[in-house]
């Protein structure tokens, strides 16, 4: 039985068993075929909307994965800072700058 039968004998159950059985040879669809043909645009229009949801939920988790990425970055960089920011106050002044560059290269990982 199709969704679209199952939707009328729910609907309709008595005009269900009387057209069954006078037109036992006949789809629902052929009897009613009106609400047949918004039955099938609505489930067009269901399966767009679920690719749209689909979309839009690959592009949420993409951009989830790309603030992760950018707070992961923005750390290291903070912590970049607070090194140079240390070796300022507690270093020569050529040691200091030496350090600062690498750090800032990231040697210092």
Known sequence: MSDFEEYIKNKNPEDYVVLSTMYANQAMSELYP???EVWQHQGAEIELLKAQLS???DRNKALEIELTSSRNYG??????????????GNNGFER???NCL?????EHE
């Open 34 to 36: 009106d609400q047949f």
């Open 75 to 88: 750390d290291k960089l903070n912590e970049r800072i607070r090194k140079v920011s240390w070796l300022l």
């Open 55 to 57: 979309l839009q939920r």
């Open 96 to 98: 200091t700058i030496k």
């Open 102 to 106: 690498k750090i800032l290269r990231g």
